[in-house]
């Protein structure tokens, strides 16, 4: 924001018309929230927040008024505030906090997402002002109150309650919540941020310890799941007219077997190193399940396959494959996929965007971009009976499985499982 030549330009004109520094930034934070606060979309009016935090940044900057200490709280405390800035998160001590509860802001929010993000319940839109040091208060979070009736519903059911994760801290906090699994764990974090790749070594100690923190229960590990807006500094990735419909998934990995061969070699060394230590891990089967994004295609399968049995002939004892359901081409040619998998996970947040032809980034379509859409619904139907027509489990691992409203009708078309974002 601070880049942005538009705040930079207003706060230099309104000099130039005579005001002084301070006026005119406050004259530019005015224009440009209310530019903001006239956007027809909740998630975009709600930036206005964080407009509002960067000036009162620079603010205290020039007026020498910047204070920025560790906020410490007793352990279980709930942090009670008329406003909060994005920037106040940073100074939270997260670890003593059991919840926020705040007036100003909305459940869109940046404060919210950095909440949601560490795991922490926030209410916003509360009146605080009666609230005193030390009073009793709860949070009632619609997120995380719909946990607890996903998961009755999902028990009651007799399907499986899996999480999503993307490191192990968190696959381990989803074990200790209750999950029977993970049902997706995003392999590409430990490729992003870097400026070469990760080795063989340091990915198979990393998949290790996510097979063991499963201690025994199904780990969904998804191969590289780059390309789209993952970018990896350290490869070549030439700018793409239409990226998401370009070399995304498994056909960036399988346009890069160099690079693919270390991952999956990788997963197999993690699975021999799993199965020597716990042994009884693998007897119903092994936990470890290698899922493929992006597929469109059985030969995509087959490659994969075959690339897994020329490392190591004896692969299908260490892991099963499968894919995610996410393209439009894999829901309708789900019954040739199936004959090819151990497993399907619908990837709704892709699945909605190619079906429905409405990029999940853009707020210009969001209206377009709906997982409840018939079409949405029909593709989801259409894999979960080819799996089940092939007998395979079809799970769900979108964020549409972390939508009470969208529960009891996952249920009854017949998933699974689903597998939450949090639990
Ligand atoms: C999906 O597309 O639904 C999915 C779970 O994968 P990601 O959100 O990582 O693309
Ligand atoms: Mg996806």
Redesign the pocket.
């Known amino acids: 924001m601070l880049d942005d030549p538009v705040l930079a330009e207003s706060v230099r004109g309104n000099v130039l018309a005579g005001m002084d520094e301070l006026s005119a930034l406050d004259a530019a934070r005015d224009m440009i929230v209310s530019m903001f606060g006239h956007i027809d979309d909740e998630y975009l009016a709600a930036r206005s927040d964080d407009v509002r935090d960067i000036f009162g940044q620079i603010r205290d900057a020039m007026t020498g008024n910047a204070v920025s200490s560790v906020f410490k709280a007793a352990k279980g405390s709930i942090l009670v505030a008329e406003e909060l800035f994005p920037s106040d998160m940073g100074d939270l001590d997260f670890s003593s906090l059991s919840g926020i509860l705040c007036h100003k802001g909305s459940t869109t929010s940046h404060v919210c997402i950095i909440a949601h993000a560490k795991g922490l319940p926030i209410q916003m839109g509360v009146e605080v002002a009666g609230i005193r040091d030390g009073d009793a208060v709860c949070v009632d979070d619609p997120v995380f109150g719909g946990v607890p009736f996903i998961s009755a519903r999902v028990r009651t059911a007799g399907r499986k309650l899996y999480v999503n994760a993307g490191s192990v801290d968190e696959i381990r906090a989803g074990i200790a919540a209750g999950a029977d699994g993970v049902g997706l764990f995003r392999t590409e974090f430990l490729f992003l941020g870097r400026d070469a790749m990760p080795s063989r070594e340091e990915q198979r100690a990393l998949y290790r310890e996510a097979l063991a923190a499963c201690e025994g229960r199904p780990l969904l590990l998804r191969t590289l799941?780059v390309g789209g807006d993952k970018m990896l500094p350290y490869m070549p990735m030439p700018a793409e007219d239409n990226p998401f419909l370009g070399l995304r998934?498994v056909r960036f990995c399988l346009a890069h077997p160099e690079l693919f061969r270390v991952q999956l070699s990788a997963v197999l060394d993690a699975a021999r190193d799993v199965r020597e230590s716990h042994p009884l891990w693998f007897d119903a089967g092994t936990p470890l399940r290698l899922m493929l994004?992006?597929v469109c295609s059985v030969e995509e399968i087959r490659q994969v396959k075959e690339m897994l049995s020329e490392i190591d002939a004896g692969y299908a004892s260490l892991v099963r494959v499968g894919i995610?359901v996410?393209t439009p081409a894999a829901a309708l040619e789900a019954a040739s996929l199936a004959a090819e998998s151990a497993f399907f996970s619908i990837?709704t947040?892709?699945?909605t965007q190619y079906v429905m032809a409405a990029d999940r980034g853009n707020p210009a379509v969001a209206g377009q971009y709906d997982p409840y859409a018939p079409a949405v619904l029909k593709a989801i139907a259409l894999a979960v009976e080819a799996a089940h027509a092939y007998g395979i489990p079809a799970g769900i691992c979108?964020e549409l499985a972390s939508d009470p409203k969208a529960t009891d009708i996952l249920l009854s078309m017949g998933l699974d499982s689903l597998s939450l974002s949090r639990l």
Request: charged share 25%.
């Open positions: 799941d998934g994004p992006m995610m996410e990837g947040n892709d699945l979108g």
